[in-house]
């Protein structure tokens, strides 16, 4: 099976990265936050055996960690997101690894993510696309073989409490055949957090919201 990993991410640049996070814990802090769950989530690409892209907005050079990101990026095919709404953003990413079978699209909102949750999703997506829910009522994980038709995905409304409902719609309106993963919480404020980091301690993530919130108590 030809299988391919899809990162979207924004540079964890303060001002830039979580920012509904940083309006409550401050915006270096939260890019901080940004940072530790990117190389968290590039470890778990890695885990996967799945070939690697990322579609990247913003500069890493003048983001936190960045020369540690940039290293963890060495083999990766790296390319600039397009302007325009978030969903316009995801069609030309997905359009741009479109071609080379299995595509499993992810986020940065999910460092508890493993190797093997996304090897298992690319092998389901095989016989269908796959969508995974997230607890806000978004979705974590697109997979499929459809990437040439993403444009779909412009029409939709993203990050709202129906994005996951309007993007399976969308996608049985288009006549793919769609079927669910794990549902998985995504980090956008300080319970999300906190609740990540309690169920997967070793990560950097984990570490970092700790180191975080000991400095704040």
Sequence with gaps: MTAHVLVTAKAPIPGQAKTRLGAVIG????AELAAAALLDTLDACAASGLEPHLALEGDLRLAERGEEILAALDGWNVFDQCSGSFGERLAHAHRTVSGHGVVVQIGTDTPQVTGRLL???AEEADR???LGSALDGGWWVLAWEHGA???LLADVTMSTTSTYDDTWAALIGAGIAVRDTATLRDVDTVEDAHAVALAVP????????????????
């Design 27 to 30: 915006m270096r802090a939260a």
């Design 119 to 121: 090897h298992d999703v």
């Design 128 to 130: 269908a696309a796959v």
């Design 149 to 151: 038709r993403a444009d």
């Design 202 to 217: 070793t990560t950097r993530f984990a570490r970092t919201w700790t180191a975080l919130t000991e400095v704040a108590s």
